[in-house]
């Protein structure tokens, strides 16, 4: 497989050059509006016979700079930076879809994403079916003639489970429908595009960014659909106008040549974790286990020396247990009672009652969605072994 050769890390840090005044940094461009020498020249910005930076919703220079590092970092020909996940998400979905179209997507995703799917297209006329994304027959059943695209994250939330992007790719293809897939959980440790994805979305207020000072997102893909989407009569992106701000990109562009040194690390203490959990007797769900369903599958598709993500979710059964749980790691310093991920310190969140309260009853039973699980995002700890003691003081304290 391709994937073998390709390392982002290496891939990213092919873009960084320095500035007009060889800053290392790139300088942070602070204009809306950009100045032109001519009137011809401006007309001919507008009509495509001229590149230039025309107007900051459209292209600036930090953010294309950004954007470089993302497409190198992904393997992509281009990219496109939000102002959030669900920018990037919605622009991606409306750009591909109209009144007519039908969606299949996974069952379980980012409870947003969910939300959009269920309330917000319909309302516009775009049908979309969820399906079980590790069950591939059902996949390409659900598939119809009006399908414009397979919607899936490589690793769900909340569930952590695995997408078969060569499997599900060749399913698109097949049927001549688009593969989007959001890799917020596994920037690094996944290249989807050159497992055979057509569109990659990011949220990266999460690992990318790494610093939850900010929301941002990236859209990933083709030099043709990132331009379809910035077109000045028709894109999306231009239309609607979720364009990341030139602050906030320089910022996030800083941490993103660190991303692939925090990603080993959340991983290396994630699976420290996991495994002792599994050693306690708690119901363990971890990518990098065994038992894990698609721990195989990860392993075969994963560039390997970023491991097995920093995410790791348990079961304790009652919302009650889990609270009374979170609370006290919370107190005794493990890290945050909150909802979002890839932060330096651990947080953790009840899935069912916070990030996937969007999902109904029903739907969280048929994806196994349990009320009493707990989701990690494990931090950046020099001595995991240290915080697992304290964990572990916790879950004796609380008697689980
Ligand atoms: C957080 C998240 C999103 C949404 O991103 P925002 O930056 O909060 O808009 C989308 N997908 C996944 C998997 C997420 O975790």
Not at 319 to 332: E, G, I
Request: hydrophobic letters at 40%; glycine letters at 8%; one cysteine or more.
């Amino acid at each position: 497989m391709s994937t073998q050769k390709f390392d982002p890390a290496m891939s990213l840090l092919q873009t960084a050059h320095t500035d007009d005044h060889f800053g290392v940094n790139q300088s942070i461009n602070d204009s809306a509006t950009f100045a032109f020498e001519s009137g011809q020249q401006m007309t001919a910005t507008f009509e495509g016979e001229h590149q230039a930076f025309l107007y900051s919703r459209h292209w600036n220079p930090s953010n294309m700079e950004l954007c470089k590092s993302l497409a190198g970092m992904e393997g992509t020909e281009s990219a496109w930076v939000t102002g959030s996940g669900m920018a990037a998400i919605t622009a991606t979905i409306l750009q591909l879809c109209k009144t007519g179209d039908h969606i299949v997507s996974s069952l379980t995703t980012y409870g947003g994403t969910f939300a959009f799917f269920k309330n917000w297209l319909p309302q516009i006329g775009v049908e979309v079916t969820f399906v079980d994304i590790a069950n591939l027959d059902e996949v390409e059943a659900a598939v119809k003639d009006n399908t414009k695209l397979i919607y899936t994250e490589t690793m769900t939330n909340p569930l952590l489970q695995i997408s078969d992007i060569p499997a599900l790719s060749e399913i698109a293809k097949k049927h001549d429908v688009k593969l989007v897939v959001d890799n917020t959980f596994t920037p690094m440790i996944f290249s989807p595009i050159k497992l055979g994805a057509d569109v990659v979305v990011y949220s990266m207020t999460k690992f990318i960014n790494g610093k939850n000072d900010t929301t941002a997102g990236a859209i990933c893909a083709s030099e043709e659909f990132i331009n379809s989407l910035i077109d000045l009569n028709t894109g999306t992106a231009m239309l609607l106008g979720p364009v990341l701000d030139s602050f906030r990109s320089s910022s996030i562009h800083k941490n993103l040549f660190t991303l692939h040194i925090r990603m080993k690390q959340h991983s290396k203490n994630a699976m420290y974790l996991a495994e002792k959990f599994k050693e306690y007797g708690l119901k363990v769900n971890y990518a990098g286990c065994k038992e894990h369903p698609q721990h195989e599958l990860m392993t075969r598709m994963m560039n390997k020396e970023y491991g097995y993500g920093g995410m790791i979710s348990i079961d304790l059964g009652s919302v009650k247990k889990a609270s009374d749980f979170m609370a006290l790691m919370q107190k005794k310093g493990v890290g945050y009672l909150a909802v979002s991920l890839g932060y330096f310190k651990t947080l953790f969140s009840n899935s069912g009652s916070s990030t996937s309260s969007e999902v109904p009853e029903s739907y969280q039973k048929k994806m196994g969605l349990s009320e009493g699980l707990v989701r990690y995002s494990v931090g950046l700890d020099n001595h995991i072994e240290e915080t697992f003691e304290v964990i572990k003081s916790c879950l004796k304290e609380l008697g689980i």
